[in-house]
T-cell receptor, first 117, second 113 residues
Framework: AQTVTQSQPEMSVQEAETVTLSCTYD???????LFWYKQPPSRQMILVIR??????QNATENRFSVNFQKAAKSFSLKISDSQLGDTAMYFC??????????????FGTGTRLKVLA | NAGVTQTPKFQVLKTGQSMTLQCAQD?????MYWYRQDPGMGLRLIYY???????DKGEVPNGYNVSRLNKREFSLRLESAAPSQTSVYFC????????????FGPGTRLLVL
């Protein structure tokens, strides 16, 4: 069974600094997708970034980038120039595609990030 | 374009009561999902629907039923609510292959006393 592990329940970072959130996963699949979602206090789940496993190049979205290590099954999120608005819970997620054409997502338990002024 | 909407936003139930959580999306997505979020456990899949007229169990389906009323709507029903079902419930939707991103609703906070 697929699992997603986020080993850092809570983290904090000074405003304008860089922080890295870790995520590891376990799968026997060769093709899959990985995601980072942000959940601010409003509880809305917001997609931060996604990575296709068949792509070797790490995904980037403005101040957010990932370090995708497929062999190590690691998918960390780096936030550069941290801003107060980045304070949120961050979830790592794995998506599996079934031969039937259905999709399932497995989420990690989350990392609560606090950006300090 | 409202995306994914959920009603109600907050609900208090007594043990044994029933209720239906409503979810609708206006993005013409085929796949829809219901999750529950509990502290320290991330999001766990309750049920999902790959297309109109089909539903399948997820990780934690016990105590719940779903209906995919049409392409837009996917409801979650608690027939006899239990305190263990106190949680935040999220609905999500996704287009078909080629668009793997899920889009989430704002969540429904449910308290069962």
């Amino acid at each position: 069974a697929q699992t997603v592990t986020q080993s850092q329940p809570e983290m904090s970072v000074q405003e304008a600094e860089t922080v890295t959130l870790s995520c590891t996963y376990d799968t026997s699949e060769s093709n899959y997708y990985l995601f980072w979602y942000k959940q601010p206090p409003s509880r809305q789940m917001i997609l931060v970034i996604r990575q296709e496993a068949y792509k070797q190049q790490n995904a980037t979205e403005n101040r957010f980038s990932v370090n995708f290590q497929k062999a190590a099954k690691s998918f960390s999120l780096k936030i550069s120039d941290s801003q107060l608005g980045d304070t949120a819970m961050y979830f790592c997620a794995f998506m599996k595609t079934f031969t039937s054409g259905t999709y399932k997502y497995i989420f990690g338990t989350g990392t609560r990030l606090k950006v300090l002024a | 374009n409202a995306g994914v909407t959920q009603t109600p936003k907050f609900q208090v139930l007594k043990t044994g009561q029933s209720m239906t959580l409503q979810c609708a999306q206006d993005m013409n997505h085929n796949s829809m999902y219901w999750y529950r979020q509990d502290p320290g456990m991330g999001l766990r899949l309750i049920y999902y629907s790959a297309s109109e007229g089909t539903t399948d169990k997820g990780e934690v389906p016990n105590g719940y039923n779903v209906s995919r009323l049409n392409k837009r709507e996917f409801s979650l029903r608690l027939e006899s609510a239990a305190p263990s079902q106190t949680s935040v419930y999220f609905c999500a939707s996704k287009r078909d292959r080629g668009q793997e991103t899920q889009y989430f609703g704002p969540g429904t906070r449910l308290l069962v006393l």
